[in-house]
Nanobody
Framework: QVQLVESGGGLVQAGGSLRLSCAAS????????MGWFRQVPGKEREFVAR????????YVADSVKGRFTISRDNAKNTVYLQMNNLKAEDTAVYYC???????????????WGQGTQVTVSS
């Protein structure tokens, strides 16, 4: 089992920034990728970004490219999502998850955090 705890969400004005954190604990040795997804009520959970725990190679969705950056701190078992120039359409609950697959779809992710709300006012 892997436990994930997200933090850093909140209310921000359009154009502002937030940094989300996801701290992992438990059997993290089996984790290869950590990713961020987001979800709004009534819609599917959407891929945002993922990073290789070993190489640090990152992949970011086109919808947030140039505004969001994913990074990791292996010593702290923590992944970050730096979100800049936020827009109203970025409003969602953000979840981090772990995967052993490079696929950027929800079923490929095994463990999830509880989510953190991000609200962007326009």
């Amino acid at each position: 089992q892997v436990q994930l705890v997200e933090s850093g969400g909140g209310l921000v004005q359009a154009g502002g920034s937030l940094r989300l954190s996801c701290a992992a604990s438990g059997r993290t040795s089996s984790t290869i990728f950590m990713g961020w997804f987001r979800q709004v009520p009534g819609k599917e959970r959407e891929f945002v970004a993922r990073i290789s725990w070993i190489t640090g190679m990152a992949y970011v969705a086109d919808s947030v490219k140039g505004r969001f950056t994913i990074s990791r701190d292996n010593a702290k078992n923590t992944v970050y999502l730096q979100m800049n120039n936020l827009k109203a359409e970025d409003t969602a609950v953000y979840y981090c998850g772990t995967s052993r697959s490079p696929l950027i779809v929800r079923p490929a992710y095994e463990f999830w955090g509880q989510g953190t709300q991000v609200t962007v006012s326009s």
